[in-house]
Antibody, heavy 120, light 107 residues
Framework: EVQVSESGGGLVQPGGSLRLSCATS????????MGWVRQAPGKGLEYVSV????????LYRDSVKGRFTVSRDNPENTLYLHMNSLRVEDTALYYC?????????????WGQGTLVTVSS | EIVLTQSPATLSLFPGERATLSCRAS??????LAWYQQRPGQAPRLLIY???TRATDIPARFSGSGSGTDFTLTISSLEPEDFAVYYC?????????FGPGTKVDIK
């Protein structure tokens, strides 16, 4: 059974940093691209970043480019999102998103999310 | 960025009725579209990908269609568990984008 579980969220001041983790099991982690999708409270869904199975290709939305870094530890089956220079508008529930077998884009498994709150 | 527009914003129907949800893309070369269902307090769930392919374990009452800029999700006969928010998503061009959602609620 595929399992995806995020951790690392919390309350941080503007300009601060956080590292989100996503522990996975039940599939060959290195064989799948992974991503992060966020949802601000009461709002819709927004793709933040994706990373290839080998980790050699990454994409970021413009609003987080230069501030967020996605990485993965394939032997540990874990995905990360390093977030620096956090802004109030980064406040959201961050979902770890396993991409389908067809590469970047479709999310066939989601975690339950970890809440990031940026506030002074 | 490809902008997706969904209509209507809210659809009020009785159980057993047919639901037709629309998604319109801002660019005509959009050819990769998916639909997700999100129930309150839950993560989204993939329903349809590649415009019309049902994801694993998705009931046959869900179907997707469309091309170019106009796409449709149809639920042939609403079950109680289908009352939720539905999002369309494109992966034709990064950043992959979602529509704002259509809420299907019980009339």
């Amino acid at each position: 059974e595929v399992q995806v579980s995020e951790s690392g969220g919390g309350l941080v001041q503007p300009g601060g940093s956080l590292r989100l983790s996503c522990a996975t099991s039940g599939f060959t982690f290195s064989g799948y691209a992974m991503g992060w999708v966020r949802q601000a409270p009461g709002k819709g869904l927004e793709y933040v970043s994706v990373i290839s199975g080998s980790g050699d290709r990454t994409l970021y939305r413009d609003s987080v480019k230069g501030r967020f870094t996605v990485s993965r530890d394939n032997p540990e089956n874990t995905l990360y999102l390093h977030m620096n220079s956090l802004r109030v508008e980064d406040t959201a529930l961050y979902y770890c998103a396993k991409q389908s077998s067809s590469g970047f884009g479709w999310v066939d498994y989601w975690g339950q999310g970890t809440l990031v709150t940026v506030s002074s | 960025e490809i902008v997706l527009t969904q209509s209507p914003a809210t659809l009020s129907l009785f159980p057993g009725e047919r639901a037709t949800l629309s998604c319109r893309a801002s660019q005509s070369d959009t050819d990769d579209l998916a639909w997700y269902q999100q129930r309150p307090g839950q993560a989204p769930r993939l329903l349809i990908y590649d415009v019309s392919t049902r994801a694993t374990d998705i009931p046959a009452r869900f179907s997707g269609s469309g091309s170019g800029t106009d796409f449709t999700l149809t639920i042939s006969s609403l079950e109680p568990e289908d009352f939720a928010v539905y999002y369309c998503q494109q992966r034709t061009r990064w950043p992959f984008t979602f529509g704002p959602g259509t809420k299907v609620d019980i009339k």
